[in-house]
Each structure stands twice: as C-alpha cells, then as structure tokens.
T-cell receptor
Framework: NAGVTQTPKFRVLKTGQSMTLLCAQDMNHEYMYWYRQDPGMGLRLIHYSVGEGTTAKGEVPDGYNVSRLKKQNFLLGLESAAPSQTSVYFC???????????FGPGTRLTVT | ELKVEQNPLFLSMQEGKNYTIYCNYSTTSDRLYWYRQDPGKSLESLFVLLSNGAVKQEGRLMASLDTKARLSTLHITAAVHDLSATYFCAVDDASYGKLTFGQGTILTVHP
C-alpha cells in the first residue's frame, strides 16, 4: 500500500513549456485534490475531483487543467508554464465519509 | 470567502517552555485540522477536531476547538527541539472536504 504518490518529484521548465504532474493513490479514495504551496501563504487549492470523470475548480485554478479518467489517478497539467507557477505542488486524497486527507510527497516545480 | 489566520507566524522558543499557536477562521465550520511540516517534506496530520469543545492531545501537543469563537489553539507543553517545524491549521468548508489553510507558524525550539 503506497498511499499517495506523485510523479515527478522535481522538474525545471522554461517559460511556455508544458508538463503534466501525476498523482496516484491506491486506497480507492473518491476525492482527490491538487494544492500549491508558496512561501508564507500556506497551501491553496487548485482543482479537485469528487469521483472518476469529474473535476472542479478550487481557489487558484487559472493556468492549470486537470483530468481524472481513472479513479486512482488525478493529473494536473500546465499548458504554458509561467514563472508565477514556480511552487511546490501537493496532491491529496480522501475517502467518502471520512475527514482525513492523505497528502503525497510533493513535486517541486521551477519555471525559469 | 473563507479566511484562516494563524498567529504568530514565527515562534522562537526555549526548550522546556510552554506556548500557544492561535488559528482564527472567518466562517462557521466545525471541522478543523492541524498539520506539521518538516523542511522539504509533506504534511503530517496531527489532529482532526470535529465539534465545538473538542480537545485532543498527543505527547506535548494539545489542540482545542471553539466553533462559537471560530478559534482553535495548539498548545505546546515543555517544548523540545524535535518539535521544531512549521505548523498549519486548516478548515474544512464541509463541501467535498476542500481545505483552506492558514499561513503556517514556523516554530524553532532552542536549547
């Protein structure tokens, strides 16, 4: 049982490049979330999903897209990376009916 | 819009001392979470507080929730160096478990 995993762990992009971050969970959780963490601001919700095939916007969705084609995977895409998207990205998941969110190890993204 | 504010943002303590971190939030909620984060690491769940008056303790840390005052506290008793970390509170808006986080409190415990 690996819990919540994120791929990659580190990435450096040039402005305008695109990439996809993968979040995978093996706990059969319904809810999945993408957060970003910037210094002094805590974590902010980007997008979330309440089940396979569904996604919704969070607090800071601009510049990101997401997909949840399989229940266990939640993908976060950056179509045209900007320096303002330099951040640490955390994925989390939660089972329906529970209050505990399980966080992945994070992906550190730098956009130059 | 739900806002969550922590204070202090920086806390330098001596070992053996007691202190409290405060978490204020702006809307009614009876679900509050405390997390710990070590540098370069992910978030570790410390406490989940689910009702008014809830109190939970683990070792030298005790968390409480007052939903009427929209306030949670994290009390540190007899601090030790191993407690040095960043502590976050987060509030669940009861809509699909979306969390709104405070800014975090960077705690440093000195000998």
């Amino acid at each position: 049982n690996a819990g919540v995993t994120q791929t990659p762990k580190f990435r450096v992009l040039k402005t305008g490049q695109s990439m996809t971050l993968l979040c995978a969970q093996d706990m059969n959780h319904e809810y999945m979330y993408w957060y970003r963490q910037d210094p002094g601001m805590g974590l902010r919700l980007i997008h979330y999903s309440v089940g396979e095939g569904t996604t919704a916007k969070g607090e800071v969705p601009d510049g990101y897209n997401v997909s949840r084609l399989k229940k266990q995977n939640f993908l976060l895409g950056l179509e045209s990376a900007a320096p303002s998207q330099t951040s640490v990205y955390f994925c989390a998941s939660r089972v329906l009916g529970s209050y505990e969110q399980y966080f992945g190890p994070g992906t550190r993204l730098t956009v130059t | 819009e739900l806002k969550v504010e922590q204070n202090p943002l920086f806390l330098s303590m001596q070992e053996g001392k007691n202190y409290t971190i405060y978490c204020n939030y702006s809307t009614t909620s009876d679900r509050l979470y405390w997390y710990r984060q070590d540098p370069g690491k992910s978030l570790e769940s410390l406490f989940v507080l689910l009702s008014n008056g809830a109190v939970k303790q683990e070792g030298r840390l005790m968390a409480s929730l007052d939903t009427k005052a929209r306030l949670s506290t994290l009390h540190i008793t007899a601090a030790v160096h191993d407690l040095s970390a960043t502590y976050f509170c987060a509030v669940d808006d009861a809509s699909y478990g979306k969390l709104t986080f405070g800014q975090g409190t960077i705690l440093t415990v000195h000998p």
